[in-house]
């Protein structure tokens, strides 16, 4: 068997859905989990955790999900076991930056925590005011002095907050937490995520 996690666009209408169930399931697949990311202007964001038999399957699987009217598939990823529940992760991280000590220790589970809850490649915490990177972590993550100036015109308003690939998150102290996923969007669910683990820090 073969574990992917699918994420795809599709008409945000009834029986969309169940179109593409179908199509997963005629090549012997099942849908194992389903995670709305977004919605708006009669779309919807959805990530699918979907199993088949076989690897050599999956070009067989896009295939037909294509032919489904109105799909189209952003990203596929293959997934080692069972997907990990982001409510419980979310919670996990929730409580380990109420256990950590200073605002260094915050920053560091901060970024530790996020890059899993969202599939992020890297994260950094910014202090804005002093102009720094008090945390980081992840790979390919860009020059220190790169991040602080996107995190300043964020700060300031002469950058735009959410590129595609990038999101932020304000820290109640000034800091500003910039997350980075090069190869898929953040989309609105992991940004409403970022933002809210960023107040909790």
Request: include cysteine; charged fraction near 20%; charge should be negative.
């Amino acid at each position: 068997m073969a574990t992917y996690v699918l994420r795809i666009w599709l008409p945000d209408r009834p029986g969309g859905l169940g179109a593409v169930a179908s199509r997963v399931g005629a090549v012997g697949g099942d849908v194992i989990g389903i995670e709305i990311i977004e919605r708006g202007a009669g779309r919807a964001v959805d990530e699918l955790v979907v199993v088949i038999p076989e690897e050599k399957l999956l070009d067989l699987l896009l295939q037909e999900i294509n032919q489904v009217d109105g799909v189209d598939i952003e990203n596929v990823r293959p997934l080692d076991g069972l997907p990990a529940d982001t409510a419980v992760m979310s919670l996990d991280a929730a409580r380990d930056l109420q256990l950590a000590g200073t605002v260094a220790e915050r920053c560091g589970v901060l970024v530790d925590r996020l890059i899993p809850l969202v599939g992020a490649d890297w994260a950094a915490v910014v202090d804005v005011a002093d102009g720094h990177v008090i945390a980081s972590s992840g790979d390919g993550l860009p020059a220190h002095g790169w991040i602080v100036a996107f995190a300043s015109g964020v700060a300031t308003g002469s950058e735009p907050p959410d590129v595609p690939e990038l999101a932020t998150g304000a820290i109640a102290s000034g800091g500003l937490v910039v997350v980075g996923r090069p190869n898929a969007p953040l989309r609105g669910r992991e940004r409403d995520l970022i933002r809210a683990l960023s107040r909790l820090a």
